[in-house]
């Protein structure tokens, strides 16, 4: 089993930053695929980034490009998303999301573990 807790949301102006954290437990996080997710009231989860299980290889949705950046540090079982030039349109819950698969996937259903999600909001 793996347990994933997020941290870093908040409250920050438009064109501002937030970086996200995602912490997990278990030995074999190294072996995982992980990816940020969000939501925002009435809407499905929308994928955000992803990256592989060694952080040579991310990928992001089209909306993120060139503002978010996925990363990784197995030593200290932990991804991070770093958010840049934030508009109002990035508010949302943010997830964090491993699947037991070194790949990665834009899919939900391609994640096993979710963790119990952060709040990003941004004012315009």
């Known amino acids: 089993q793996v347990q994933l807790v997020e941290s870093g949301g908040g409250l920050v102006q438009a064109g501002g930053s937030l970086r996200l954290s995602c912490a997990a437990s278990?030995?074999?996080?190294?072996?995982?695929?992980m990816g940020w997710f969000r939501r925002t009231p009435g809407k499905v989860r929308e994928f955000v980034a992803g990256?592989?299980?060694?952080?040579?290889?991310?990928y992001y949705a089209d909306s993120v490009k060139g503002r978010f950046t996925i990363s990784r540090d197995n030593a200290k079982n932990t991804v991070a998303l770093q958010m840049n030039s934030l508009k109002a349109e990035d508010t949302a819950v943010y997830y964090c999301?491993?699947?037991?698969?070194?790949?990665?996937?834009?899919?939900?259903?391609?994640?096993?573990?979710w963790g119990q999600g952060t709040q990003v909001t941004v004012s315009s």
């Open positions: 278990g030995r074999t996080f190294r072996n995982y695929a």
């Open positions: 999301a491993g699947r037991t698969t070194g790949g990665g996937s834009s899919r939900s259903d391609g994640y096993d573990y």
């Open positions: 990256i592989n299980w060694s952080g040579g290889f991310t």
